[in-house]
């Protein structure tokens, strides 16, 4: 039986909370809730009002976002026709950071029953793309259970999965791993485990494994940017905001696998981790003002991490 962690809210005011987001917008609350109540599927995540950092530093909102399918909905209501330019440059930059499928949804001038039918059409290409994804073995059902819960997870995870947790603790629960009386998290601004110049153990290690948790945004000085190179490889690019060289000592930092869990807000404004992957940390230049890491899985066996690091703890 999982062990269960009570989340912070049940799922059905997780739900309405979601809704009441949106309804002080009349047609955007109507053409969305509409949505939702259409498709009446727990496996099928769905977000209002999701948050897209541009990459010009803006911050963005997609009325609704479906996570699992990348496909987001604009609901555009009479000022729209006043902001056509903005609105066109806003899709851009949404579409050109997260490669989303962006429907819109024109209110203006429009019937119930043709708005309707718009819906209804919407409805059948999520269901359609649910079913493609599950016949190809690719959906991964939402489970409101799991969200924020280390106790549902067991073997391995990917990054399909989206593992969201809400602190250190919850994550280095899930591996299994216990802090010792005293012990931090570590070094290096606190965001990583264990710590960078610990002495690692040589023998049976498949490479040292950190668990990072960046912000992927500026904070203190430092920018962290989630993103892919001209190759379509995903990787960290982090650098001093001030261009300065990188710490003494910071080659001898987070040089193996390093298992990055990003630092977010959620849909109500509270801090998650999400799991993003494996990374390695490129070679550079030894006078360097920044680093680059390269994902190298998109899979992290727990196993492999818990045996090392209770080598080390040792």
Same mark, same amino acid.
């Given at each position: 039986m999982v062990k269960k962690e009570k989340p912070a809210l049940s799922e059905l005011e997780y739900n309405a909370l979601m809704l009441s987001k949106i309804a002080h917008k009349k047609y955007e609350y109507y053409v969305i809730s509409r949505i939702i109540h259409k498709l009446d599927d727990n496996q099928i995540e769905f977000s209002t009002q999701q948050l897209v950092r541009g990459e010009d530093g803006k911050r963005y909102l997609v009325d609704l976002y479906f996570p699992q399918f990348n496909i987001g909905i604009e609901v555009d209501e009479s000022y729209h026709k006043n902001q056509v330019a903005e609105d066109s440059y806003r899709e851009r930059v949404i579409v050109e950071k997260t490669q989303m499928q962006l429907y819109r949804f024109d209110c203006n001038n429009r019937t119930k029953e043709d708005l309707d039918g718009q819906i209804q059409e919407f409805v059948k290409k999520i269901r359609l793309k649910k079913s493609e994804l599950k016949k190809d073995g690719k959906f991964i059902p939402y489970d409101y259970n799991k969200l924020y819960n280390p106790y549902a997870w067991k073997g391995s995870i990917k990054v399909g999965d989206r593992v969201r947790l809400r602190t250190h603790d919850q994550v280095l629960t899930m591996f299994g791993i216990k802090k010792k009386n005293g012990e931090n998290y570590v070094s290096w601004e606190s965001a990583?485990?264990?710590?960078?110049?610990?002495?690692? %153990?040589? #023998?049976? +290690?498949?490479? &040292?494994?950190?668990? *990072?948790?960046?912000? /992927?945004? =500026?904070?203190?000085?430092?920018?962290?940017?989630?993103?892919?190179?001209?190759?379509?490889?995903?990787?960290?690019?982090?650098?001093?905001?001030?261009?300065?060289?990188?710490?003494?000592?910071?080659?001898?930092?987070?040089?193996?696998?390093?298992?990055?869990?990003?630092?977010?807000?959620?849909?109500?404004?509270?801090?998650?981790?999400?799991?993003?992957?494996?990374?390695?940390?490129?070679?550079?230049?030894?006078?360097?003002?920044?680093?680059?890491?390269?994902?190298? %899985?998109? #899979?992290? +066996?727990?196993? &492999?991490?818990?045996? *090392?690091?209770?080598? /080390?703890? =040792?």
């Open positions: 990583t485990y264990p710590k960078g110049k610990k002495e690692f %153990s040589k #023998t049976n +290690n498949p490479g &040292e494994h950190y668990i *990072w948790f960046p912000k /992927v945004y =500026e904070n203190d000085g430092w920018m962290n940017k989630l993103t892919t190179d001209e190759n379509g490889k995903t990787i960290i690019i982090q650098r001093n905001k001030n261009k300065k060289e990188m710490v003494v000592g910071y080659d001898e930092i987070l040089t193996g696998n390093i298992v990055v869990f990003v630092h977010q807000k959620d849909e109500f404004g509270t801090t998650a981790y999400e799991f993003k992957g494996v990374f390695k940390k490129r070679p550079h230049p030894r006078v360097h003002s920044e680093a680059i890491f390269e994902k190298v %899985s998109d #899979t992290i +066996n727990f196993q &492999e991490f818990i045996e *090392w690091i209770s080598e /080390v703890r =040792e």
